[in-house]
């Protein structure tokens, strides 16, 4: 059922809660950019996409969504139980021995709502060509979604897959850059810039949206809707969203000291105190 | 000894070129992507005839892996083909992360492996693509023989559910196997039975094992030649029912000696029943340029090399004995 600004807003706080207290449970994973992402994966999953929670892998008829940066599981697991593809109480499972909820996300264990693994970065565009060009050859017109981190960029495949699209003019391919300027070893523009980025995928002729605002919900939802507006005229699509790097905790945001790092208890306490509970925690 | 002739010799690449037109007819989810190598992996044929199930990814290797495993999320059945050097080491990553990890139905299918691509050198020539695929959890790995048996098995993987890596190559080599073939996947082909030494052999290595078998026959040894066309899964219970017998192996392959056809049997002797064995293969170096014929010879890799081994591990297990 598709959620409205309020309601996504809603689930948004309860995503970011889950965030950080599945981080804390195992105290490890990524906290950061899973807190910057949240806004995005909520409004795609619970207002954007046509999808279906029963989940089959070959998902014909279906819009799809792939998670090229697969460091921020927590966040597109925690989206996943409350989107319906698993029980949220599997939540507390993440990253622990015998568990479904690998560290990086994982076809492997067979958790409904992965299609592939990610993790090793910069294969997610590929795959998500992929799998638009077997929606063509199926007929099938729904939308194929992407996430990719900024320093992600980094990586060669990106522009590969980058200069394939647009060439074979996939035009139902919205991918979303996280453009939160920083990464592990400090911000993009110090460790290696990304330049110009818009002007980059301009130049290999994709249509480029700008989102300024990456953890404003109402904004997010338009970004996205408007890069619908603009599938089937022979362009795939970019969004450059930019986001917070821990968005929502006070003290993870603006830096990339909390990239891999998790909370202790009392930064935990700390965290929660700011993020309501909505939904029901896990 | 069994005779083996041969009316016609091909090039394995195009048994697979021929092999691909063939499951595309068969199953029209059967799709195929090319880095910028068409003519080298002889899929024009299927390009002319399913235009719109073909798509071109120029050289960008690590994204046709990608999009080949994104292909299969729609029930698309990839076949990616390129070099075996670029299939697999440029693209390991690739294929061990969205493929191979992702469980996806994808078919990688190189051409010019080992050292037979000849005057390259060693750049584009590769001797550690076996080791690399085999070790891959649930990769199937198929070398086979000639151009009939190359045919037979790309129609063969298209059927099967589950990563395959298929090698081939591009020297012409004699057509000794049937045209209407069945290829059964991890299934060895005993192609002479004999009770001295048992000879395992891979790829076109197989047609100068049998040459061998020939030459030692009239000297009074009676070799075993088994073709390993699939070296994972390993038909464990012919290699161990063929050594019983014989208590003496040799294994051949156009291969580095580390990771290869002859590194899965004595993996799996060693466990089993320990036993003498030989290496045919390339020891432990890169190749470099020269005729087909003229590498063979100087890496070991032919006929003369396989007798030389078998009198040798005969040797050594007389003297266990």
Redesign the interface.
Same mark, same amino acid.
């Given at each position: 059922m598709k959620q409205d600004i309020e309601q996504l807003k809603q689930t948004a706080s309860q995503v970011r809660r889950d965030i950080v207290r599945m981080v804390h449970a195992c105290q490890s994973g990524h906290p950061g950019g899973s807190l910057g992402c949240t806004d995005f994966l909520v409004a795609l999953y619970f207002n954007i996409m046509k999808n279906d929670p029963s989940f089959n892998?070959?998902?014909?008829g279906e819009d +799809?969504f792939?998670l090229s940066n697969g460091h921020i599981s927590p966040v597109f697991y925690s989206v996943l139980a409350h989107a319906g593809y698993f029980d949220k109480a599997e939540l507390g499972t993440f990253r622990k021995l015998n568990s479904r909820l690998q560290g990086h996300p994982?076809?492997?264990e067979g958790l409904p709502g992965v299609?592939?693994?990610?993790?090793?970065l %910069?294969?997610? +565009?590929?795959?998500?060509? %992929?799998?638009?060009?077997?929606?063509r050859?199926?007929g099938?017109d729904s939308i194929v979604y992407t996430l990719h981190g900024d320093g992600e960029l980094q990586e %060669?495949?990106i522009w590969?897959?980058a200069?394939?699209a647009p060439h074979?003019k996939l035009d139902r391919l919205i991918a979303t850059v996280d453009y939160n300027g920083q990464q592990i070893d400090g911000p993009t523009e110090m460790v290696l810039s990304l330049g110009n980025l818009k002007a980059k995928f301009e130049a290999f002729g994709w249509e480029v949206l700008e989102e300024p605002h990456g953890n404003d919900m109402a904004s997010v939802v338009a970004v996205l809707e408007k890069a619908k507006s603009l599938t089937g005229k022979g362009k795939p699509i970019v969004i450059l969203l930019k986001t917070g790097m821990g968005y929502g905790v006070d003290f993870m945001m603006g830096s990339h000291k909390w990239h891999g790092v998790a909370p202790n208890d009392e930064q935990l306490a700390t965290a929660l105190a700011q993020l309501e509970e909505t939904l029901g925690d896990y | 000894m069994k005779k083996y002739t041969y009316t016609d010799k091909k090039d394995t690449r195009s048994g697979f070129g021929d092999g691909l037109l063939e499951a595309g007819k068969r199953n029209p989810e059967v799709?195929a992507l090319c880095a910028d190598l068409v003519g080298s992996l002889k899929m024009a044929d299927f390009i002319k005839a399913f235009p719109? =199930?073909f798509?071109q *990814?120029?050289i960008?290797e690590?994204?046709?892996?990608?999009?080949?495993?994104?292909? *299969?999320?729609?029930? #698309?059945i990839?076949f990616t083909g390129t070099f075996a050097n670029f299939s697999t080491g440029r693209v390991y990553?690739?294929i =061990?992360?969205?493929v191979a990890?992702?469980? #996806?139905n994808v078919k990688i299918c190189a051409s010019h492996a080992g050292l037979t691509l000849g005057e390259d050198g060693a750049t584009h020539q590769i001797l550690e693509d076996i080791g690399l695929m085999k070790m891959l959890p649930g990769m199937t790995v198929i070398n086979p023989c000639d151009y009939n048996q190359t045919k037979a098995a790309t129609i063969a993987i298209a059927e099967h559910h589950g990563p395959v890596y298929l090698r081939f190559g591009r020297p012409v080599v004699p057509i000794f196997t049937d045209a209407d073939q069945k290829f059964e996947i991890g299934k060895a082909w005993m192609v002479n039975e004999g009770a001295d030494v048992s000879i395992f052999a891979t790829g076109h290595l197989v047609w100068e094992a049998i040459q061998a078998g020939e030459k030692l026959a009239e000297e009074g040894i009676d070799a075993e030649i088994i073709n390993i066309h699939t070296i994972k899964p390993l038909d464990a219970e012919a290699v161990l029912k063929s050594v019983a017998k014989t208590g003496c192996v040799v294994t051949a392959e156009e291969h580095n000696r580390l990771g290869g056809l002859g590194d899965s049997i004595a993996q799996l002797l060693a466990v089993n029943n320990p036993t003498p064995q030989e290496y045919v293969a390339v020891n432990d170096s890169f190749g470099e340029s020269g005729t087909p014929a003229q590498l063979m010879t100087k890496y070991g890799l032919d006929a003369e090399h396989i007798i030389a081994a078998a009198k040798k591990v005969i040797a050594r297990k007389k003297q266990n004995s």
């Amino acid at each position: 059922m598709k959620q409205d600004i309020e309601q996504l807003k809603q689930t948004a706080s309860q995503v970011r809660r889950d965030i950080v207290r599945m981080v804390h449970a195992c105290q490890s994973g990524h906290p950061g950019g899973s807190l910057g992402c949240t806004d995005f994966l909520v409004a795609l999953y619970f207002n954007i996409m046509k999808n279906d929670p029963s989940f089959n892998m070959d998902a014909k008829g279906e819009d +799809l969504f792939f998670l090229s940066n697969g460091h921020i599981s927590p966040v597109f697991y925690s989206v996943l139980a409350h989107a319906g593809y698993f029980d949220k109480a599997e939540l507390g499972t993440f990253r622990k021995l015998n568990s479904r909820l690998q560290g990086h996300p994982t076809t492997h264990e067979g958790l409904p709502g992965v299609r592939i693994a990610s993790g090793s970065l %910069g294969q997610g +565009l590929s795959v998500a060509i %992929g799998a638009a060009l077997a929606k063509r050859l199926n007929g099938d017109d729904s939308i194929v979604y992407t996430l990719h981190g900024d320093g992600e960029l980094q990586e %060669g495949q990106i522009w590969e897959a980058a200069m394939f699209a647009p060439h074979n003019k996939l035009d139902r391919l919205i991918a979303t850059v996280d453009y939160n300027g920083q990464q592990i070893d400090g911000p993009t523009e110090m460790v290696l810039s990304l330049g110009n980025l818009k002007a980059k995928f301009e130049a290999f002729g994709w249509e480029v949206l700008e989102e300024p605002h990456g953890n404003d919900m109402a904004s997010v939802v338009a970004v996205l809707e408007k890069a619908k507006s603009l599938t089937g005229k022979g362009k795939p699509i970019v969004i450059l969203l930019k986001t917070g790097m821990g968005y929502g905790v006070d003290f993870m945001m603006g830096s990339h000291k909390w990239h891999g790092v998790a909370p202790n208890d009392e930064q935990l306490a700390t965290a929660l105190a700011q993020l309501e509970e909505t939904l029901g925690d896990y | 000894m069994k005779k083996y002739t041969y009316t016609d010799k091909k090039d394995t690449r195009s048994g697979f070129g021929d092999g691909l037109l063939e499951a595309g007819k068969r199953n029209p989810e059967v799709v195929a992507l090319c880095a910028d190598l068409v003519g080298s992996l002889k899929m024009a044929d299927f390009i002319k005839a399913f235009p719109e =199930r073909f798509f071109q *990814t120029g050289i960008a290797e690590a994204n046709m892996i990608g999009m080949a495993a994104g292909l *299969t999320i729609g029930g #698309k059945i990839p076949f990616t083909g390129t070099f075996a050097n670029f299939s697999t080491g440029r693209v390991y990553d690739q294929i =061990r992360q969205s493929v191979a990890y992702s469980d #996806k139905n994808v078919k990688i299918c190189a051409s010019h492996a080992g050292l037979t691509l000849g005057e390259d050198g060693a750049t584009h020539q590769i001797l550690e693509d076996i080791g690399l695929m085999k070790m891959l959890p649930g990769m199937t790995v198929i070398n086979p023989c000639d151009y009939n048996q190359t045919k037979a098995a790309t129609i063969a993987i298209a059927e099967h559910h589950g990563p395959v890596y298929l090698r081939f190559g591009r020297p012409v080599v004699p057509i000794f196997t049937d045209a209407d073939q069945k290829f059964e996947i991890g299934k060895a082909w005993m192609v002479n039975e004999g009770a001295d030494v048992s000879i395992f052999a891979t790829g076109h290595l197989v047609w100068e094992a049998i040459q061998a078998g020939e030459k030692l026959a009239e000297e009074g040894i009676d070799a075993e030649i088994i073709n390993i066309h699939t070296i994972k899964p390993l038909d464990a219970e012919a290699v161990l029912k063929s050594v019983a017998k014989t208590g003496c192996v040799v294994t051949a392959e156009e291969h580095n000696r580390l990771g290869g056809l002859g590194d899965s049997i004595a993996q799996l002797l060693a466990v089993n029943n320990p036993t003498p064995q030989e290496y045919v293969a390339v020891n432990d170096s890169f190749g470099e340029s020269g005729t087909p014929a003229q590498l063979m010879t100087k890496y070991g890799l032919d006929a003369e090399h396989i007798i030389a081994a078998a009198k040798k591990v005969i040797a050594r297990k007389k003297q266990n004995s």
